[in-house]
């Protein structure tokens, strides 16, 4: 053979290789990932906690309101225990200082906590995604004006904007899914542009444009697919945060209001106020705020190396 | 440079301006006002002569340009809560305890986190760098009230080896420091690893090798000196953080700093002060990112300008 002819058998074998997807290729590679696989885990078990806490999904074809299915007993039934029992085989972490099971109130409590921080997030991407893309893609002007509002809203902690914000609207909690969202699209509008910014210079862009694309077909179908895998990863990150404002918002009295339970309010209303006694009170929100958010936080840096195209094999 | 430090600060003023305005507009919409609590008994014409003498009766827009007359002449008025006290006095009398928390939790935070990131690094892959990096993972997702609770619970309840809360002496410093160091500790050592590492593999680091440095002086001539420059960005965010302190800190370990303040000043609505420690946070912020950057030009003389 030739060299030329080498130079072809060599190229032949990436035509042959069946055709695989980024996302399929991430798929296996976060399988093999034990510390991602360990948070899959850990999340899809506080998912089951928060969708099954009570038959919700049934309980309206029956005409009854919904019965505790992993929880117990409902998380404002009172005076079902003794007041501040320590955990024993009938409450399974103890009761609070009205009585109630410390246990269901947990469960209930992912449900709030997972909800709060999902939803939260897929606002924060729609507000986030399209003021990013229109920054990025526009340039000049509309991006000047846009990232100098970004600039305005990362000039506090999120935490403290979130706080001011509640404090306005009162505490809810829709009002907090919402402080949350707004404070949070700022990254994901930062990341999007950057991405847009890149990419709207690559050939394949120009090319599309030479064959009379128009610009809505280029960003749907050419931009958003290539800059979606760190978008993701962004958006899954976001969640343990978005957790961690949830419990902290409550913590300080501003968030979930009770009786409905939430981990930070479970340790901000009585846990730390009788800690050197009844210390379950404050131990087991604590636990599940930070399990919770290591779940997630594996999760999400699973992605981020699955996901990381420099690590593509095959190639 | 000059122009690009003064276009900066132009534009630091303009973002804390809009900032104030934001601030100044949420807060004066929370429901209740500072005397609305129901706790003292006051008539009518009591309440509007304790309006008038704050101005709270003027229009708000009125209210923000008589506030910022003051911030000019470095005045933000007097705190409502304690209405012998200015909000400047205030925060010079509480915030020190907050920053002697903070600096304590720096020094932790760069001297447990640099050596523990260069040991993880040059035995990259070995148990040690194992346990370095579970033990970062953890230190970064758990937020440090868990900590903080944890903390209390087995040392100084369990064990009674510390105090539960306070602040009278170093005793009653070690468990909130620890507690709030851990993530910033997590943080500097996974920026000081993959730093380190990527320092290591540098050409001129093989150069060095070749010619026959000692590992000692490889280290330290031409490794640990390039590691340290990305520091600085991380360094950056880290320290205003740490400076103003974590509201939850203070109050799960009694610690009399400005985060507690903070938030009784937002629950009896005491304008001056919530809108004056939210500026604090605000400035300091800006400042270091403003410092953060132009440290970084004089560290790498590859960072230029445009």
Known sequence: MTTAQLELAKQVPTHVLPKRSLYRDAARRFARNKLAVIGL????????????????????????????????????????????????????????????????????????????????????????????????????????????????????????????????????????????????WIEICRLTRGQFFTLREKEFVEASKSVGAKTPRIIISHLLPNALAPIIVSVTLGIPRAIFAEAALSFLGVGINPPTPSWGQMIGREGIANMTYFWHLALFPAVMIALTMLGFTLVGDGLRDALDPKMVEGK | MTRYILTRVAGLLFVLLILSMITFWLMHGVPGGPWASGQQLMSDQQLAALKARYGLDKPLWQQ??????????????????????????????????????????????????????????????TFVDYLATMMSIFGFVTPHFVWGILFILVFALYFKWFPTGGWEGPLYWVLPVVAYAFAPVAIVSRYTRASVIEALRADHVRTARAKGLSNRSVMSRHVLRNAMIPLVTVAGPLIPDLITGSIFIEAIFRVPGLGSYWVTSTFSRD????????????????????????????LDPRVRIR
């Open chain 1, 41 to 184: 885990i850990i999340v899809i078990g506080l998912l089951g906690f928060a969708i099954f806490a009570d038959d919700w999904f049934i309980a309206p074809l029956l005409g009854r309101e919904p019965q505790p299915l992993i929880a117990h007993y409902n998380y404002d039934e009172a005076f079902i225990g003794p007041t501040g029992a320590f955990p024993n085989s009938e409450f399974w972490m103890g009761a609070d200082l009205n009585g109630r099971d410390v246990y269901s109130r947990i469960v209930y409590g992912a449900r709030i906590s997972l909800s709060i921080a999902i939803m939260s997030q897929l606002v924060a991407l729609f507000i986030g995604l399209p003021m990013g893309a229109i920054a990025g893609w526009r340039g000049g002007k509309t991006d000047f004006v846009i990232m100098r509002f970004v600039d305005i809203m990362s000039a506090l902690p999120v935490l403290l904007l979130a706080f001011l914000i509640m404090l306005r609207v009162g505490a809810s909690y829709w009002n907090v899914m919402l402080a949350i969202a707004i404070t949070s």
């Open chain 2, 64 to 125: 923000y340009l008589i506030w910022l007359g003051g911030v000019l002449r470095l005045d933000f008025g007097m705190s409502f809560q304690h209405p012998d006290e200015s909000v400047v006095g205030l925060i010079g009398r509480t915030w020190p305890v907050t920053v002697h928390l903070g600096v304590m939790t720096l020094l932790v935070a760069f001297g447990v986190g640099i050596p523990l990131g260069i040991v993880s690094a040059v035995k990259q892959n």
């Open chain 2, 271 to 298: 304008y001056p002060m919530i809108i004056g420690l939210t500026m604090l946070w605000a400035v300091l912020i800006a400042v270091t990112y403003l410092l953060t950057d132009i440290a970084y030009m004089f």
